[in-house]
């Protein structure tokens, strides 16, 4: 299956595998999509697309990768067994993107700065207490003003005016490019896509400051990736966006932004950036997406990408990590991974590296290669049973803390824990795991949905 190139076609795909509901009642853009998006997220429903948007003449959509199935089919899969090897494979390889003249997110240019007004675009307000509607997945593109390094972000954007935002800005690159540009006195171009394909949302959220983020979203995909030239900027676009907000950060401006309420579940307010906008173009009846900060599409678009980019990077250290797992309701703070180890300082090593290295991570357990990450009840069991707290804690304070986290401690720092949870090398016979031999278990496995079904059936 080719991936989609546009959130439209996304949809399409999501239509045809029965995994979008259309709201045909009107919603107001204030406190109700986030609601909506919020329990039906609860309840795993569909993705949304919200047809009647109070006030305004767009559409909404959200939920649209809440589901380990949905995040597969962004990727051209059916299913979301191959979905970690399928991003290790296409994330080992290189397609850059290409420019193109034009493209649909042209067909409305709006560069009049009497014309220009954020508040056609019906952007949601959250929360009760948000100081504001918010952009939260608006993949915002710049480039290094002294490298000529193009990369990407997921920054919260807060519509502060008819042409103004604040813009949440403290994680790299886009934070150093910003800084660097002030440093010259000079804004910083940048290009804010709304309604991206689900991919590129994606890879802008990968950890890699030194590479072009556009050509992880188009080796991710398979494809390359159409960019189009801004009209007031010196920056690029996906054409196939739904709307493109272009403008610059503005050099020595900071305002109070938020309070917002972030993915920790907590509001959240900052001394941030401020971004004039300059002009918008959008498709003709254009699709905002929503992202609501605590469903499981947050987790799900960090998941499988923070996952592998962490194992990559463990594995390059010599650590021999077979698996690894995000907790998904820890807002990515909590973290298992399964080890093959070769000496037993080896976990304590590794942990210190994972807390100090990832800045997301605060609490870590390592468990042996025979615990299933993925299982919550089988790493609570190798804790349970593998894991001494006067000998196995790794304690490390005074480490980065998040900035929404809001246990940090003064100067934004916070103490992170790892917990060993492997069993002694000498000891391996002892903590030898209870089993029958696999064919047994293959054979049962086998026979349990057939002897379901006829269970089922007799009732």
């Known amino acids: 299956m080719t991936p989609p190139k546009g959130l439209r076609h996304f949809l399409d795909l999501l239509k045809k595998n029965g995994e979008l509901l259309s709201v045909g009642e009107e919603v107001d853009p204030k406190f109700e999509v986030s609601e909506y998006l919020r329990q039906f997220d609860k309840e795993r429903g569909p993705a949304l697309l919200f047809e009647k948007v109070k006030g305004q003449p767009v559409r909404i959509a959200g939920n649209l990768v809440g589901t380990g199935k949905r995040l597969a089919l962004a990727f051209g899969l059916q299913s979301e067994e191959k979905l970690l090897e399928t991003y290790q494979k296409r994330r080992a390889r290189r397609i850059e993107p290409r420019r193109v003249r034009s493209g649909p997110v042209k067909q409305v240019v709006i560069k009049d700065k009497k014309r220009v007004d954020l508040n056609t675009?019906?952007?949601?307000?959250y929360h009760e207490?948000?100081?504001?509607?918010?952009?939260?997945?608006g993949v915002l593109t710049a480039k290094d003003p002294v490298t000529g390094l193009r990369s990407m972000g997921l920054h919260r954007l807060q519509i502060k005016g008819r042409n103004k935002m604040g813009v949440h800005l403290t994680n790299p690159p886009i934070s150093r490019f910003a800084s660097e540009a002030e440093?010259?006195?000079k804004p910083l171009d940048i290009a804010v896509s709304l309604g991206a394909h689900p991919v590129?949302?994606?890879a802008s959220i990968v950890s890699s400051p030194s590479e072009d983020k556009v050509a992880i979203a188009s080796s991710l995909l398979g494809s390359p990736i159409d960019l189009v030239r801004c009209e007031t900027v010196d920056a690029e676009a996906p054409a196939y966006a739904e709307a493109v907000i272009e403008g610059k950060i503005l050099p020595q401006v900071r305002e109070m932004e938020g309070p917002f309420g972030e993915t920790s579940g907590y509001y959240f307010s900052d001394n941030s950036y401020v971004i004039?906008?300059?002009?918008?173009?959008?498709?003709r009846d254009p699709i905002i997406q929503a992202l609501h900060p605590t469903v499981h599409e947050v987790?799900?678009?960090?998941g499988p990408a923070g996952e592998a980019e962490m194992i990559r990077m463990l594995r390059e250290r010599g650590f021999t990590v077979t698996d690894l797992a995000i907790s998904p309701s820890s807002n990515r703070a909590h973290v298992a991974l399964s080890l093959r180890k070769n000496h037993d300082a080896e976990p304590r090593q590794l942990l210190h590296f994972l807390l100090s290295g990832i800045s997301y991570?605060?609490?870590?357990?390592?468990?042996?290669d025979d615990v299933n990450v993925r299982d919550p009840e089988d790493v609570e069991w190798a804790m349970a049973t593998r894991f001494q707290g006067d000998e196995d804690l790794v304690i490390i304070p005074n480490l980065k803390a998040r900035g929404i986290d809001p246990s940090k401690k003064e100067g934004r720092f916070m103490t992170k824990v790892?917990?060993?949870?492997?069993?002694?090398?000498?000891?391996?016979?002892?903590?030898?795991?209870?089993s029958v031999p696999a064919e047994v278990r293959e054979k049962v496995a086998g026979a349990i949905p057939r002897l379901l079904g006829q269970y089922s059936k007799a009732k």
């Open 418 to 434: 790892g917990l060993d949870a492997t069993a002694p090398l000498a000891l391996r016979e002892r903590f030898k795991r209870i």
């Open 129 to 137: 207490r948000d100081g504001g509607p918010y952009i939260t997945c």
């Open 361 to 368: 991570i605060k609490h870590a357990v390592v468990v042996d």
């Open 121 to 125: 675009l019906a952007i949601p307000t």
């Open 276 to 283: 004039e906008v300059t002009a918008i173009t959008h498709q």
């Open 200 to 202: 590129i949302l994606l």
């Open 299 to 302: 987790t799900l678009l960090g």
């Open 183 to 185: 440093k010259n006195g």
